[in-house]
């Protein structure tokens, strides 16, 4: 096998190889045998036909038991619901600081637009219903740097 060919046929499970996950499958399993109850605190099943081993939150894949979790069925499905739901959660912090959250980027780039046209800074936060501190900090670019530069830019 040529080992400069690509990887495109690895298949990936779990945001590793499939083959690691399988064999890290295979390992909990060796040594700690199947799944045998729900570590749920909250798990309302009755009598569940399986169970199954789900890495805990903000682990690794690694050869650490205590990175893994017995599950039922029905809490595994929810534990990982959860943890895309955080994920998705922390995404959406991205790019939309606190304070300025309300604000879209296009609602941004309007409120650049009247500072140029020298609307005082106080109507604007009254007109997108911010702090005025929001708006002194989009301003100085302390919020939405990304936009601040374009605004720089245009006025030189
Ligand atoms: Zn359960």
């Known amino acids: 096998m040529d080992k400069e060919q690509p990887a495109e046929r690895e298949k990936i499970k779990a945001g590793i ?7 890290i499958h295979k390992w ?23 169970f199954e081993w789900a890495l805990r939150k903000e682990c690794s894949y690694a050869r650490n038991i205590s990175n893994y979790i017995q599950l039922c069925p029905s809490c595994h499905r929810k534990y990982d619901l ?15 600081l606190n304070n300025g959250a309300k604000l879209s980027e296009i609602s941004v780039l309007e409120i650049y637009r009247l500072l140029k046209n020298s609307i005082p800074s106080l109507d604007i936060a009254k007109r997108f219903k911010v ?20 605004y720089i830019q245009n006025e030189k």
């Open 131 to 150: 702090h005025p501190t929001t708006i002194s900090d989009i301003k100085r670019g302390k919020r939405w740097p990304h936009l601040h530069s374009k």
């Open 82 to 96: 959860t943890e895309a739901e955080r994920a998705n959660k922390s995404a959406k912090k991205i790019g939309q």
């Open 17 to 23: 190889p499939q083959k690691e996950y399988d064999n």
């Open 28 to 50: 909990v399993l060796r040594y700690f045998g199947l799944a045998t109850r729900c570590e749920s605190e909250d798990c309302t099943s009755e009598k569940p036909k399986r």
